[in-house]
């Protein structure tokens, strides 16, 4: 297929890039009731477990929802589309549609295997969903996204010290009422979502909310040997089902079933697209051709479901959330990009895949909280989280016939956690507040390698246990100036519990001990002009000792382990909201991130091709003290401006929102080659809404500008690297009763 041609490198486009890197995007949001003109509307959200307007709230939180995420949604992307839309926020993947991998204010993790953590946590309807390859499931139908910054460690536990990232569904209402919507644009992209919500009695009501998004493939495999020849097209469906039911008023439960069934390509691992001693891309590259020997799929099913309890006692409210997660994965590609003959040089071939083939998740939390408006108030709880999974690794001979298995390797991985927690409110003036919160957790992991074979005789150990116990605190503080500005400062801790990695072809096993984070930040929020602009801003520090890192890669193509003495962050986030104009509505976010890795004598295996720029040990390792941490931006922007003008029979308006990270190392040393461009990603929108905002037609593009990049590599063989999405332009239509 064709590749979409590119714009020409215009003035405008010019000028609104420039205009980007200056200007960025929040939240932009509703507490469900009509807006006043050219006035902002007051945004609640559930970062302190309890529902507050954000701009009481003694934390650097972001939110998106509404038109803001559906204007995201429309061309098919997948949760990786978040990423910078909010300061200082970053997902990249290196297994496509699955597997997406966090970092806020540049914290996070690269490690690709089937067991890693994240010290990012995404929380879904109330669920952690631990695991990585659940964190990919699809956004739709949602109240509100949540970006709670830095340790969140007293309220939603362990894995949390980067922060928590929070899905909110829209939840059954007593109102016979629904959406759908239809999108259409390049690469038979197609994206069809809907929800229906149907009162089932008096006291209860079912919410139906269904997604599927498919695309044809577009990249064409130039080696006519290749045994997958048409890549890149997927198909990704998402089923949610709620009841709610209030038999009496004071008992309220929420049930919840979802779903998902992908089946798609895996990520595209393309060799020596990057030109030697540089990051640019090779002359000639093209996006639309990959010139590989292996067979590439992916798939992945997962099933799931909550109940959410809540009993009005009185003086306390007694909250009970069951959860339950599953899924099965399977995921093959051709790592190092190429084949023997070339393009470039391929030194060995490598394929290989990974899964899970079973896999279970149960949560439990029984939590009470003080009710009414007294000075002092109050929760208090206990957390259970218990998983278990088998994940498999296999190679395969691509020189051989048929590309037959070669090696293949099985571990399990069973993780029990327990936790009591609690947190006070005090109103201690009508200006001031103080918050205090603590959490104790005891973490176990028992891991094991069940089966191997194919060369991995060798392994010297198979099996490892840890243990965690850690107490976990946050203080906080805010002050009033008036009823429309409030100061806050914070100070908390936050703990990802150890991580063990398996023996394999390439590495003995190796653990990493816990890491702690500890964070200070302060503030200030503002509604101003009369809630024509809305503003937040803050400054943050935080050190991370014994910092997990994984060294990934390298000429002996290794996956290990390790511990940074520390690791340091310190930067700021601005949140901007303003009406310009009763009918032009601008919004801007930015964030600033220095992060540093401070370990005088850690050293890494370094990459078999490229320029690397760090100073080297005497086995020629790379020195990586004072190294920033992988794939943390120092800047993130984002802008979004609509303009809307009313007609007689509706309102047809005009949406750009552009979203700007600045350049990223992909590993934890420095080199020419792996140290990914800046990335600057945006999109237009034009539409028609008519029949007092019942239906809504529009034609949109995304990634405007065209702009190709390089958003991760593979290093142990060749210069080898994966891009970003390609610009697509399509129309939807949205009706809603």
């Not at 010019?14 to 006043?36: R, V, Y």
């Not at 499931?137 to 536990?157: C, K, N, T, Y």
């Not at 959406?179 to 197609?190: D, E, I, M, P």
């Not at 007609?647 to 990223?664: I, K, N």
């Amino acid at each position: 297929m064709a590749r979409t041609p590119r714009l020409p490198a215009h003035h405008a486009v010019a000028a609104a890039a420039i205009a980007a890197l200056h200007l960025g995007a929040s939240a932009q949001s509703a507490d469900g009731t009509d807006a006043e003109a050219g006035k902002l509307q007051t945004i609640n959200i559930t970062a302190e477990r309890r529902l507050e307007n954000i701009q009481e709230v003694p934390n650097s939180v972001s939110v998106l929802q509404g038109e803001t995420l559906e204007v995201l949604n429309t061309s098919g992307q997948d949760i990786r589309m978040l990423s910078a839309r909010v300061p200082s926020l970053n997902i990249e993947s290196s297994f496509g549609r699955a597997f997406p991998r966090f970092y806020i204010r540049g914290y996070g993790n690269t490690d690709f295997r089937l067991n890693a953590s994240q010290p990012v946590s995404l929380v879904y309807d109330d669920v952690v969903q631990e695991n990585a390859i659940l964190k990919g499931f699809p956004a739709f139908d949602l109240e509100r996204i949540e970006v709670l910054r830095g340790p969140q460690g007293s309220l939603f536990g362990r894995n949390t010290p980067a922060g928590v990232v929070k899905f909110d569904s829209v939840a059954p209402t007593q109102r016979f009422e629904g959406y759908g919507s239809l999108s259409y644009g390049t690469y038979n992209t197609v994206n069809l979502e809907g929800a229906l919500n149907v009162p089932t009695s008096d006291t209860s009501a079912l919410r139906v909310s269904a997604l599927n998004q498919t695309r044809s493939d577009w990249v064409e495999n130039a080696n006519p040997d290749g045994p997958t020849q048409d890549l890149e097209g997927y198909r990704d469906s998402a089923l949610r089902l709620q009841w709610k039911t209030q038999p009496t008023k004071d008992f309220g439960a929420l049930f919840n079933l979802h779903a998902r069934d992908f089946d798609g390509s895996a990520r595209l691992f393309r060799a020596n697209i990057i030109k030697a001693g540089s990051n640019d891309l090779v002359d000639g590259f093209d996006p639309d051709k990959i010139f590989i020997d292996g067979v590439n799929r992916s798939e992945l099913q997962n099933y799931g479901g909550s109940a959410r309890l809540r009993w009005d006692l009185g003086p306390v409210a007694l909250y009970s959330v069951t959860g339950y997660e599953t899924v099965k994965t399977y995921s093959r590609g051709d790592i190092d990009g190429g084949t023997p003959t070339g393009p470039g040089v391929i030194f060995f071939p490598s394929e290989t895949a990974d899964g899970i083939p079973t896999h279970e998740q149960w949560t439990q939390e029984f939590r009470v909280e003080s009710t009414g408006k007294a000075p002092l108030g109050w929760q208090a709880g206990v957390f259970l989280f218990h998983e278990n999974f088998d994940f498999e690794s296999f190679g395969y001979d691509s020189l051989a016939a048929g590309n037959p298995q070669s090696s293949y390797e099985r571990s399990r991985q069973k993780n029990d956690a327990w936790a009591v927690f609690g947190a006070t409110t005090w109103q201690a003036t009508p200006a001031l507040s103080l918050r205090a919160g603590l959490r104790y957790t005891r973490d176990k992991k028992d891991f094991d390698i069940l089966e191997y074979s194919g060369g991995l005789d060798t392994l010297d150990s198979i099996s490892a246990t840890t243990h965690d116990n850690k107490i976990n605190w946050d203080l906080s503080a805010t002050y009033a100036l008036s009823k429309d500005v409030n100061l806050y400062a914070r100070a908390a801790t936050g703990f990802r519990a150890s991580s063990v990695q398996g023996a394999g072809a390439f590495n003995g096993q190796s653990i990493a001990k816990p890491e702690t984070n500890t964070s200070f930040e302060a503030g200030v929020k503002a509604d101003l002009f009369e809630r024509r602009a809305r503003v937040a801003f803050n400054v943050f520090r935080y050190t991370v000792k014994d910092q997990q890192l994984t060294a990934v890669g390298g000429a002996a193509n290794s996956n290990i382990l390790l511990n940074a003495d520390k690791a340091t962050g310190q930067g700021f986030e601005l949140d901007l909201q303003a009406y310009l104009s009763e009918n032009l509505l601008a919004t801007l976010g930015m964030g600033y991130n220095l992060t540093k890795i401070q370990d005088k004598d850690l050293a890494v295996s370094v990459c078999a091709q490229c320029t690397v720029t760090d100073p080297l040990n005497a086995d020629g390792k790379a020195l990586i003290d004072g190294n920033p941490l992988p794939q943390a931006p120092k800047r993130t922007v984002n802008f979004t401006l609509k303009y809307t003008q009313p007609l007689a029979a509706g309102d047809v308006y005009v949406l750009t929102d552009w979203a700007y990270r600045s350049e990223v190392n992909f590993f934890l040393y420095d080199s020419t080659e792996f140290t990914g461009k800046s990335l600057l990603e945006g999109g237009l929108r034009i539409g028609y809404v008519w029949g007092n905002g019942k239906y809504d037609a529009a034609a949109f593009v995304r990634n405007l500008t065209d702009q190709v990049r390089v958003v991760g590599g593979i290093d142990f063989n060749n210069l080898t690297g994966f891009i970003n999405d390609p610009r697509t332009y399509g129309v939807q239509f949205k009706a809603s009763f």
